[in-house]
């Protein structure tokens, strides 16, 4: 399965600056959100109990160690003051709710009538506590916002004795709703901070990553342009800092690479001119030993064996000999760009049949050749392509050896079959390499091992393309592809 798109540079240097701010922010806001939340609620705890305790100890020593409901009211209302309300709790009695103004809104106080509700909010684990002797609180969520309810135990002291619970248990009940206001207010705080910074932090990743990315952006145009073949390019070097070492890596590898592919380019003309040389040089004595050989050739059948075979060797070494030459000369010409397409508009299975006619090979061979096929071609040399690709058929190849035409509207292609035991894989990629014989793979290796290079660069000549395959019946398939309308060298359409 293919990888996805993955985030350039830019885009992840930006989010890690983001991710690194916002996880910071988080902390630092988080930290102090909480640490101002606990401080908050601890100095209201703190302030409620306080003041109810001073309430609380005026009302020592008590009228009473059995309470009613009328000294219950009477210390629920020296408890309440700046409480919402108060309960006084002795046993299953509890102070009466007098029908009283609500204070103002800001102090959250309930309702008479939710008052005595309220005594449900105080929890069983509340009462334990404080009936237990011990001043407790608790925070709830209760009506419209979070509500503090703080016990107290009256306790009965006497001199000379530990003090001892009374039984009475008084709950005030105070709202947070401005303490929430300034927790919201804190919390807001922190998210606008926040925010700033992971702007802030933006504008500084977009600095940073283009003062890295320049540079990274030059270095990737330069490889790209050195990629395409422009070896003088160069990128300016600033700065002694990490990127200036890369820069000037670079600079220096591109140099060395321009040397060595200069003096690669040189060799290579060198060897070229070399091959055309002696290629060109060759030809006039080779001119003269040919005319020879033809010589030798008419008189070998009556000169003695030995000498007659050595006639005919030199005669045949002398045609092989020609050949390779002409073949260089060839080669030498596709490598120095002058080859050059002499086109015509010809009938392809008429070029096809006069190729094999030429060579007598018209009745060795199978031919599927419809009618009707034109296009513009240089027939020389796709006569040396089919010359040559029906000839090491048949020279190395099985029969049935076959030639089969087919066309479409742009391109017609050429298919060269024949039937024996095909090509070894890996000789495959190596078919069309120059010099190259294959004498493992077919029964026997003759040539200069250039043909079938020389056919592959015409068909490239022409625009178009050789491949070869395996049949999967046995035996190897030549393709050989061409445009209808192949260009002469000098691009000009048919």
């Known amino acids: 399965m293919a990888p996805g798109p993955s985030l350039g540079l830019r885009a992840r240097l930006l989010f890690a600056f983001a991710l690194l701010c916002v996880v910071t922010a988080a902390a630092v806001a988080g930290g102090s959100y909480v640490q101002a939340r606990n401080d908050i609620l601890q100095r209201t705890q703190d302030a409620a109990v306080q003041a109810m305790t001073g309430r609380l100890q005026a009302l020592y020593p008590l009228p009473t160690a059995t309470p009613g409901l009328k000294e219950l009211g009477e210390i629920a209302a020296a408890a309440a003051d700046q409480f919402s309300f108060a309960v006084a709790v002795y046993g299953d009695l ?20 939710a008052r005595v509700a309220a005594l449900s909010v105080i929890s069983p684990e509340l009462r334990r506590v404080v009936a237990a002797g011990r001043t407790a609180w608790q925070r709830v969520a209760w009506q419209d916002g979070p509500w503090l309810i703080v016990g107290i135990p009256l306790l009965v002291t006497e001199r000379g004795l530990p003090p001892r619970a009374s039984g009475i248990e008084v709950y005030v009940a105070r709202s947070l709703l401005a303490e929430k206001r300034s927790i919201d207010g804190l919390a807001a705080s922190a998210w606008l901070t926040g925010g700033a910074a992971l702007a802030l932090a933006v504008v500084l990743a977009s600095l940073a990553t283009r003062g890295v990315l320049g540079p990274v952006r030059e270095l990737g145009r330069a490889a790209r342009l050195l990629g395409e073949g422009e070896l003088s390019t160069r990128i300016g070097v600033r700065g002694s800092d990490e990127l200036a070492d890369v820069a000037r890596t670079f600079n220096h590898t591109a140099a060395e690479l321009e040397r060595h592919v200069e003096q690669l380019r040189q060799a290579e003309a060198d060897a070229r001119r070399f091959v055309a040389d002696v290629s060109h040089e060759l030809r006039t004595p080779l001119a003269a030993l040919a005319a020879v050989a033809d010589v030798l050739d008419e008189e070998a059948a009556g000169l003695p064996e030995p000498a007659g075979r050595a006639a005919r060797l030199v005669s045949q070494e002398t045609l092989n000999l020609t050949a390779l030459v002409n073949d260089l000369i060839e080669v030498s010409r596709f490598d120095s760009g002058v080859a050059a397409l002499a086109l015509n508009d010809v009938d392809v299975a008429e070029l096809v049949r006069a190729t094999l006619r030429a060579r007598g090979w018209s009745e060795r061979v199978d031919s599927e050749l419809p009618s009707g096929v034109r296009a513009r071609l240089d027939p020389r040399r796709v006569d040396v392509i089919l010359a040559n690709l029906v000839g090491n058929a048949l020279r190395h190849g099985e029969p049935p050896v076959s030639v089969r035409l087919s066309a479409d509207a742009r391109w017609i292609e050429l298919e060269v079959r024949d039937h024996g035991p095909g090509l070894d894989e890996a000789v495959l990629p190596h078919v069309f390499d120059r010099f190259y014989k294959a004498s493992a793979a077919r029964a026997r290796s003759e040539g200069s091992g250039l043909g ?17 395959a395996n049949a999967q019946d046995g035996g190897a398939v030549f393709t050989l592809r061409l445009p209808h309308r192949a260009s002469d060298p000098a691009g000009d359409p048919w």
Request: glycine share 6%; no cysteine; charged share 20%.
């Open 94 to 113: 509890h102070s009466p709710v007098p029908p009283s103004q609500p204070p103002p809104p800001e102090r959250g106080s309930p309702a008479p009538e």
């Open 452 to 468: 079938l290079a020389i056919a592959r660069e015409n068909a490239r000549l022409h625009q178009g393309d050789l491949t070869v």
